[in-house]
């Protein structure tokens, strides 16, 4: 048997280790959690939260008092056609059996789009839900006149208040807001 010799083993030097530029750059938490937010939100069934926090409105004071929505569920990768879950009390699901076409038409209308298709309905526990009311900031200055009188003639209660909540922040800013 021969042995072949030994080749040494030559050293090198390692290339310097440059840093690979960034793509994109440091973003806020901010930007992020709409984001996060949306995903988890998504994942267990609510779409928009108002549509449990405004529950009242929607189906009216009567039906809120028995039922509560607990989430929407869509068709994978369609926005529309979806089955809204509704938590209703014991004995009151043939009532709201026989009021769910209405109710889709409320939460339909809502949405502004053909959101759901379906209800679902699940008997259980409802709550008192009771609207967060919460005393205006002391700092706000009044409705200009001008402004109030003439949102007195519009009909729709909720795109009033809208109006004049936005009265209301032109009245408390410093003037109109600088693009630039």
């Given at each position: 048997m021969t042995e072949r010799p030994a080749t040494p083993k030559l050293k090198?030097?390692?290339?310097?280790?440059?840093?690979?530029?960034?793509?994109?750059?440091?973003?806020?938490?901010?930007?992020?959690?709409?984001d996060i937010g949306r995903a988890a939100f998504r994942k267990f069934g609510f779409v928009?939260?108002?549509?449990?926090?405004?529950?009242?409105?929607?189906?009216?004071?009567?039906?809120?008092?028995?039922?509560a929505p607990e989430s929407i569920r869509f068709p994978v990768?369609?926005?529309a056609g979806g089955t809204l879950q509704l938590t209703v009390m014991s004995?009151?699901?043939?009532?709201?059996?026989h009021m769910l076409p209405e109710?889709?038409?409320?939460?339909?209308?809502f949405f502004g789009y053909a959101a759901v298709s379906k209800v679902a309905l699940r008997q259980g526990e409802?709550?008192?839900?009771?609207?967060?009311?919460?005393?205006?900031?002391?700092?706000?200055?009044?409705?200009?006149v001008e402004l109030g009188d003439s949102l007195r003639d519009i009909g729709d209660p909720e795109l009033r208040a809208v109006l004049e909540s936005l009265a209301q922040g032109l009245a408390?800013?410093?003037?109109l807001p600088k693009i630039g």
């Amino acid at each position: 048997m021969t042995e072949r010799p030994a080749t040494p083993k030559l050293k090198t030097k390692a290339a310097p280790a440059t840093e690979r530029p960034r793509t994109g750059g440091p973003r806020a938490i901010a930007d992020l959690m709409p984001d996060i937010g949306r995903a988890a939100f998504r994942k267990f069934g609510f779409v928009q939260s108002s549509i449990v926090t405004r529950w009242a409105e929607i189906a009216g004071s009567h039906y809120a008092a028995i039922s509560a929505p607990e989430s929407i569920r869509f068709p994978v990768g369609k926005k529309a056609g979806g089955t809204l879950q509704l938590t209703v009390m014991s004995g009151h699901a043939p009532m709201i059996q026989h009021m769910l076409p209405e109710i889709v038409e409320r939460v339909n209308r809502f949405f502004g789009y053909a959101a759901v298709s379906k209800v679902a309905l699940r008997q259980g526990e409802i709550g008192p839900a009771q609207a967060e009311r919460r005393p205006p900031p002391r700092n706000l200055k009044p409705v200009p006149v001008e402004l109030g009188d003439s949102l007195r003639d519009i009909g729709d209660p909720e795109l009033r208040a809208v109006l004049e909540s936005l009265a209301q922040g032109l009245a408390n800013s410093s003037g109109l807001p600088k693009i630039g």
